[in-house]
């Protein structure tokens, strides 16, 4: 049974930095990705990262300030949040699936439980 365990979450001020991290337990190397969702709003995509780490995908309003990377030999995925801003304020959910990097939620089969991060201004 595959398992996702995602840490890291926490409170910050505008501008600074958290790095999420997601243990994957139970599978093989899937492609992973970090969906969120704010109050009130849709779960949004985020970013996603294939297997070995060769490909990457990001949403627009994350690219240049986010950067996704995994630890193969941990099976291991990370989320680099730089420059957060208080519109990053959400529930992170690390997913697994068996496509390449894609935004659809559906391409993903298994979900964590999710942390959560505030951005205060």
């Known amino acids: 049974q595959v398992q996702l365990v995602e840490s890291g979450g926490g409170s910050v001020q505008a501008g600074g930095s958290l790095r999420l991290s997601c243990a994957v337990s139970?599978?093989?190397?899937?492609?992973m990705a970090w969906f969120r969702q704010a109050p009130g709003k849709e779960r949004e995509f985020v970013a996603a990262i294939n297997w070995n780490g060769g490909r990457t995908a990001y949403s627009d309003s994350v690219k240049g300030l986010f950067t996704i990377s995994r630890d193969i030999a941990k099976n291991t995925v990370f989320l680099q949040m730089n420059t957060l801003r208080p519109e990053d304020t959400a529930a992170y959910y690390c997913?697994?699936?068996?496509?390449?990097?894609?935004?659809?939620?559906?391409?993903?089969?298994?979900w964590g439980q999710g942390t959560q991060v505030t951005v205060s201004s």
């Open positions: 997913a697994a699936g068996r496509r390449s990097p894609t935004a659809d939620q559906d391409d993903y089969e298994y």
């Open positions: 139970g599978g093989a190397l899937y492609t």
